[in-house]
């Protein structure tokens, strides 16, 4: 079955390989374009099967016209937090009045993702997915980190399972709700974390991510981090790490040192590392989370300063009740346009083929030939729209 998507006033591939198409701003953009998807078994994933102007387009099945509108690359939301109960509003109103942030609601969370029952947890998640799949998002990431207990983070692991393949191991989120802070109880929480957590955890999981924030008395060092980061990576899992979010630190220097595909929020960094970053490009993404910055008012990461330096920038919501309750890709592109000093074409690049990246997928983030087709549709003629009207729900998933 072959269907033509026809109409298409601007087609922004991130293909930097597409035969006449407008390579000079990254996008690979062709204009009065069409696209034909289709598969070939019904238990077989809908592909891209031709790209290209319209004028040449071939013959299909039956046709779709889109009346003139934008399409891109479905969003990657390469880092998000979505299994957990519970409501922290007034946290956000607090830090409105200038409460500043530093890991510790976190436990609230905790408390009530527990008491929560599976079916529960599932119909939480299962709405969040649906309202990022509503705004144009076909790829997440999806994080455990609000169990703190073998038991919890299995099954938060189990549940983000059934509606991703991203899923990643957190138990290195912060120490659990009651744990003091000797060296001796941080010490076992974190044998817990490398030992029976990790083993329950492993067969659920892709990715293991820690957050190192030593400027947080909740979050963990450069030495509990590595050690963390080093029994998932010796049980088969993929590194990743939380870092920089809070203040200067090692987190960069650890993600870079230990290979991981991303290090995520880099709001302070020195110029080592910058460098260190620039030196790993290909290999560590910097994820940026400007949702966080604007939840909690703290200081923009400069994306400026990494893009010209040749680091691969991602963006990625950090979709989470604390820090970032917004599922909105359109919302973090008008964000690094307006405060982070991306271009449009930079920003919409970075919530595509970066993220994709900062997954460590090539199949994803562009419009290829033979990729599937995970495609959005803007209410616009133009990717320009989506900073252009921050607040507007111009984007969505392209259902065929």
């Known amino acids: 079955m072959a269907i033509l998507i026809t109409g298409i006033a601007e087609l922004a591939t991130c293909d930097d ?18 696209l034909v998807v289709g598969t070939e078994h019904e238990d077989v994933a809908t592909t891209i ?8 387009a071939p013959a299909a099945d039956w046709a779709i016209d889109l009346g003139g509108k934008a399409v891109l690359p479905g969003f990657v939301d390469s880092h998000s937090h979505l299994v957990y109960a519970g409501d922290r509003s007034a946290e956000f109103a607090a830090r409105m009045t200038g409460q500043r942030y530093d890991g510790g609601g976190i436990a609230s ?51 983000a399972g059934e509606v991703t393949d991203e899923v990643t191991f957190l138990g290195g989120h912060v120490l659990p709700p009651g744990t003091g802070r000797s060296a001796g109880e ?3 929480y974190v044998d817990l974390v490398c ?66 595909a991303s290090v995520d929020h880099c709001t302070y960094l020195s110029d080592a590392d910058v460098d260190a970053l ?49 599922s909105s890709m359109s919302l973090m592109i008008a964000l690094a346009v ?10 919409v690049c970075a919530a595509t083929l970066g993220a994709a990246k900062a997954l460590r997928r090539d199949d994803i983030g562009r419009v ?22 921050p607040g507007v729900p111009l984007a969505r998933t392209l259902e065929v």
């Open 278 to 326: 620039a030196g790993a490009a290909g290999t560590t993404v910097a994820t940026l989370l400007p949702g966080v910055e604007f939840s909690t008012r703290s200081p923009y990461p400069d994306a400026r300063r990494l893009l010209d330096a040749g680091v691969d920038v991602a963006l990625a919501t950090d979709c989470n009740p604390g820090t970032c309750s917004s």
């Open 338 to 347: 307006r405060e982070m000093g991306m271009t449009p074409a930079e920003a």
């Open 17 to 34: 390989e597409l035969e006449g198409a407008d390579h000079a701003d990254g996008l690979g953009l062709l204009h009065d374009a069409a």
């Open 109 to 159: 969370t905790v408390s009530a993702t527990r008491a929560a029952d599976d079916d529960t947890l599932r119909a939480l998640l299962r709405a969040r997915v649906d309202e990022m799949r509503a705004q144009g998002t076909t790829t997440v990431e999806i994080k455990s980190g609000y169990g703190l207990t073998v038991h919890d983070e299995t099954r938060m692991l189990r549940l």
């Open 195 to 260: 030992g029976r957590m990790l083993q329950a955890a492993t067969p659920h999981a892709r990715w293991v991510d820690v957050f190192c924030e030593p400027a947080s008395p909740h979050a963990f060092d450069e030495d509990e981090a590595r050690t963390i980061l080093a029994a998932g990576i010796a049980a088969g899992l993929l590194p990743r790490v939380h870092g920089n979010q809070l203040a200067p630190g090692p987190g960069v220097q650890l993600a870079v040192e230990l290979g991981a």
């Open 186 to 188: 941080r010490s076992a």
């Open 368 to 389: 290829r030939v033979g990729g599937p087709a995970d495609l959005a549709v803007l209410d616009a003629p133009s990717y320009l729209h989506l900073p252009y009207r």
């Open 49 to 56: 099967k031709w790209v290209g102007p319209a004028t040449g």
